[in-house]
Structure formats: C-alpha cells, structure tokens
C-alpha cells in the first residue's frame, strides 16, 4: 500500500476496521454458581455471548489470589516473570510482610510508589503498534504506567492515609483501639455545651489530626472540620466531603487531599462511621490515572468517584463497624458509577481494546456466603431470608452489564466476559506456623508468641516474630499459603544449606503437612504442596515462596498466619462474616469463567482455557504479534 492510500484508509476508518475488543472482568465470578444461573434462564446476556462463541470454566494462577492471576491476565506471563505470588511477600533480610503489589521508596525526600509488577502489559504491546487502550481497575495497576490511552488504576492505590483502607468508627465512651483488619475505634469528649469533640487521623506523617465536632440538634448530626459542615441523618450515609492534611516532608510542606463519606448509625448514644479516605480524583496527591490528568476529567463528568484500589468495605463489615445494608448500599452505589463511567469509554468508541473490572462479585462472595453455607461456623440462619440470594443478585447484576454493553456494540467488536478465580466456603482456618511449631520446624517460645497482630503491624513495621528463635528454625509461613525455607545466604539468618539439605526439608514438610488431618471431620486438609521452582520460570522465582500450599475446599490459612501469629489450635473454626475465600485453595477448585463472543476450539470442549490466554488471544485479535517472553498461547490456536 502506497503512503495516500495509507493514510487514506486510515482517515476512512482503516484503523476501524481492524475489529475491536472489550473484556469484562467479574472479579471471583465462580463457574459452579455461573452454571446453575444460567440454567435456571437468571443470565440471559452471558448466556447470548456463549450462544454467539463460547462458554468455559478458566484455569487461573497458582495461588488463585487477584494480584497475581490479573497480573497474569495483563501480562500473558507465569509469576516466575511478573513477580507477584500473592497479596503479601516477605522481606528475607528481617522476615516481615510485605504488600507486594506496591511498594514505597522516598525520591527527593518525598514517597513515591512503585508497581512491583514486571513483564509487558498487554495494553503496552498494543501501544507499541499504534493501538490504543482504556483499562479501567485492573488490580497491580498502580502507579498507572504511561501508554497510548487512558487507565485508573485499581487494586493497590492507597487510601490518603498510605493503607489499604483504614475506616474509623466513633462511639460515645469508645476507647481508641486498632482491629485486626485495618480498623481505628475512637471515643469522643463529650463538652458541656453539649457538643463532642474528636479527631480525624491523616497520613503517618500528618502535622495533625484535625478535629471534629458534632452537635446533635432536632434529630440529625451536625459535623463541622476545618472549613466544612455536613449535615446528616441516623441510619443514613452522607455524600462525598473534602479534607486536607499538611504534612512536612523535610523542608516542603505538602497538602494531601482527600474525599470521604460518613455514616451515622445513632444519635443516642452517639455512633458514626467514617469510611477509608480517598484519595480526591480531582486533585490526587499520587497519579492515579493516565494520563494524570484524566481523574479530574472523570469526576468533573461523573462526580467524586471511590479512587481506593479495594473500594468495598469488606473490612468495616467484617468487624461489625458498619452492617450489611450500609455495605451494600455503598458498594452498589460504587459499582453504578464504574458501570455508568465504562458506557461512556464504550460510546465515545476511542479504543481498540478496552478492559474493566468490577469487584463486586469477590467482594460480595466474601462476605455473604455464610448465608448459603448452612455447615459454615457463622451461617446465620436467622436472616437468610434477607440476605440469602444476595450473591445470586450480584451475578444478575454483572449480567445486566454484559448486556448493556452487548446493546453498544457493533457486531464486529469481539466481547468477552471473564473472572480471574472462582470461590469457595471458608469454614475452618490453618493456622500454619502453629503446625510448624509443633513439627519441631520452627522454634520460638511459646510464651512469647503472638496471636493478635493487626494490618497496623503490617502498615506501620511492627515487631514481627517475637519469641523466634531463628539459629534453629528452618521453616516459617507469611502471606496466604506460603511456606519460606530459612535459608543460608537467602535469609538473614539462614540455617538451612542450599542443595540437598533444602531439598530433604521441602520434601519432608511436604510428606508430613499433606497428613494433616482435621480432628473435627476426620478428613485431610490440604490438597497439594508445591514447590515453587517446579511451577513457576522466570529471573522472579527466587522471590516465591518456597512451598505453595494448596488447602482442600472449606480450608484457607488463617489471617494470623499470614502476619506471622501463632494462635492456640492448628485448626480452628472460621466465625467471621468473611465467609468464603479462594487463596490458599487448591487452584482446580478455584477456576474462573470465559464466555466470548467468538469461538474456540478452548471454548467448546477442546482443552481448556487459562487467564494467561488471553493477553496472547486479544493481541492476535487485533492482528499483533505475540511477543515471545508470553507465556500463554492465543485461544486462537488452542
Ligand atoms: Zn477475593
């Protein structure tokens, strides 16, 4: 083709006419709930894209963990290349955890975050070509990377506190306290002029906390804080309102902004909840778009806008900070906006590739399978009837999605719908460094040892291990089912010598983990071991785990294990309102779903498809080529 004729066809939509692809993800979506839906005729969008091309359930990642499996979607890569093996990683030269999607370094005396994620993204190779992309919340995208189109990050972008989500609940005669999941509990002084006084918490390095007021006048809250009022109703949450802190970083005092929302359980005694600050869109103290500018644009068309990377509450509700109605109503209110923001993406028709991801399917699956798990240790029967179909819901609510966006598509574009991992009951926690204790693996005195530490352990670097003797120990657990050789020349205090003696101690944990068996149901508790170096290539595999724990269905490693902690009993019944799980799981019995508008062989019983696929597949879609260092092969020729 000659130069006119080039450019001549693109003026007349040449580029158009290379096809389009648009990817909806359902974080957690899982195929055995997917299936009786759509039988039952409750998934009438999904069901048209599998009649058009294909429906399957998808393998994902070892560990079946977000982070990783969506890092595995984005790149086409195994984790031995991305370098993401779960939501926290340990640092061997002191043994602590680690959040390992993001981390922090200073540069020029101010903290500058850092995606942990290697390996090319999908959207970056397609940029390369001359194609453009939106990707709209895709976990570990954070800070956003710099491409032809635009991207908010997802899963990793910090509240304006620099966690993962700190929410606060005041109450009358509250003394402050820190919970487990990342939660503050604050009292008020109360005033004779009848008003309560007390503080809003900013980032670590914050000058101050602000003060907060509140009068109570003719059966609603008054709150007032530095130049703002809000008025606000019981059982009611307040709209998005503003806040700044001044922090001093060196000789530079800088003003960090915030959006926020309360919500006000009672006036007598009173009782109100601040959710987790978010960063303001409109004037985000880190990127959190690309272009950076492109958040202002957002919520000057769309509103104030959730920009925390976990946006649901799942922590307030799992610590009875906020119920489940006033979860629900937030996190519906969260996914209308995303859904309103991707119809436009989708009008506006800019891209060659466009991918979203809606959480509310994970977040949901969480936190209300006790209500159909009748065998769960918190299965609330009592209210089953109100909550009971509430995950059904929410996949009739992603489905509708997929069929307004169907409905804004020409037949050309190529749809799928996806989700990174699929589900399952969580009834009884492992408490995996108390069974290495008692094995003899690991030594500490059990005096010592702690039970109850808290995401302010992780956050603020807390003292981990106390009590570990660590001249002896050769094995530990951190993160969500992994077990780390004490390794000489790896770890700082490493005993175990590479080679043969690694060897034999990987092999026997292994023996021996695998016969754990559940003194409450008599059966076996974990599925599979693995070691790391046998599933996972790449300069990354190093940073992995040395043993991959893979939990029957009903088990999943505790939370204190994956601080470090050593509860009492190595079994012990989950009675938390975090009810399901899919990390620690035996990846097989964690699959996600496909559905396509097009067909494959993969699609229609001929192998089966993996989350690596894809970014291999949607490139060959749009005619580009598959760069080597992908490790999945396009569905095309599967
Ligand atoms: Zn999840």
Request: glycine share 10%; hydrophobic share 40%; proline share 6%.
């Amino acid at each position: 083709m000659g130069f006119i004729e080039r450019i001549r066809s693109l003026m007349v939509g040449g580029r158009r006419a290379r096809r389009r692809v648009v990817v909806l993800g359902a974080d957690g979506m899982d195929p055995r709930i997917f299936e009786r839906l759509l039988k039952e005729g409750r998934m009438p969008n999904m069901a048209a894209v599998a009649e058009r091309g294909g429906y399957a359930r998808m393998g994902t990642t070892i560990p079946a963990e977000s982070p990783v499996a969506w890092s595995s979607f984005a790149t086409g890569m195994n984790p031995g290349k991305h370098g993401i093996f779960d939501f926290l990683h340990r640092n061997p030269l002191n043994y602590t955890p680690t959040v390992a999607p993001v981390s922090v370094r200073m540069k020029f005396g101010k903290p500058e975050p850092v995606n942990n994620r290697t390996g090319v993204s999908v959207w970056k190779v397609l940029s390369d070509a001359g194609l453009r992309s939106t990707v709209m919340r895709v976990p570990v995208t954070f800070p956003p990377e710099k491409f032809n189109g635009r991207l908010l990050s997802g899963l990793g972008v910090p509240d304006l506190r620099g966690t993962w989500g700190t929410s606060v609940l005041y109450e009358e005669g509250g003394t402050d306290i820190h919970t487990e999941m990342g939660g503050v509990e604050m009292g008020f002084s109360h005033s004779n002029n009848g008003v309560y006084n007390t503080e809003i918490v900013g980032p670590k390095r914050a000058n101050a906390p602000i003060p907060l007021m509140v009068s109570v006048q003719d059966g609603r809250a008054n709150l007032q804080w530095q130049n703002q009022t809000l008025r606000i109703a019981p059982g009611k949450w307040s709209g998005w309102v503003p806040i700044h802190f001044d922090v001093s970083l060196g000789p530079l005092t800088v003003h960090p902004k915030g959006i926020m929302r309360f919500f006000l359980h009672a006036l007598n005694p009173l009782k109100l909840y601040l959710s987790a600050i978010s960063l303001d869109p409109s004037d985000s103290f880190y990127p959190i778009t690309q272009p950076a500018h492109w958040s202002r644009e957002l919520a000057a068309r769309h509103g104030n806008f959730c920009t925390l990377g976990w946006m649901e509450d799942t922590w307030g509700l799992n610590e009875n900070r906020i119920n489940e109605s006033a979860f629900l109503e937030e996190a519906d209110l969260f996914y209308d906006q995303l859904e309103e923001m991707v119809f436009n993406l989708i009008d506006e028709k800019e891209d060659d590739f466009l991918i979203a991801v809606f959480e509310a399917t994970d977040r949901n699956q969480h936190m209300f399978w006790r209500f159909i798990d009748e065998a769960h240790p918190a299965y609330n029967k009592a209210e089953v009837n109100t909550w009971g179909d509430t995950i059904d819901r929410t996949y009739e609510r992603f489905d509708k999605t997929v069929g307004d966006v169907m409905k804004r598509l020409d037949r050309d574009t190529i749809l799928m719908a996806m989700s990174d991992h699929g589900f399952n009951t969580f009834r009884r926690a492992v408490n995996v460094n108390t069974w290495l204790r008692n094995e003899g693996f690991l030594i500490a005195d059990p005096d010592s040892c702690r039970d109850d530490f808290s995401m302010k352990d992780l956050q603020q670097e807390g003292t981990f291990w106390p009590g570990v003797d660590w001249s002896k120990t050769r094995a530990y657990s951190l993160g969500l089912g992994k077990i780390y050789i004490n390794l000489r020349g790896r770890e700082s205090k490493g005993i175990v010598n590479p080679g043969r003696e690694y060897e034999e101690l990987r092999d026997q944990i292994i023996e021996r983990f695998m016969k754990l068996i559940d003194p409450v149901t008599g059966k076996p508790v974990v599925s599979v071991i693995h070691k790391a170096d046998r599933i996972f290539t790449g300069p990354r595999v190093p940073e992995a785990g040395d043993l991959v724990i893979g939990f029957h269905m009903g088990y999943r490693v505790s939370w204190q294990t994956a601080l470090g902690g050593f509860p009492p009993e190595v079994i012990e019944d989950n009675k938390r309102k975090w009810s399901a799980d899919h990390c620690s799981i035996n990846s097989d019995f964690a699959k996600g779903v496909l559905l396509s508008t097009e067909k494959y062989g993969a699609l229609t019983g001929n192998g089966e498809p993996e989350i690596i696929d894809l970014a291999p597949t949607i490139l060959r879609h749009l005619d580009v080529e598959v760069p080597k260092d992908m490790d999945g092969v396009p569905l095309q020729e599967k």
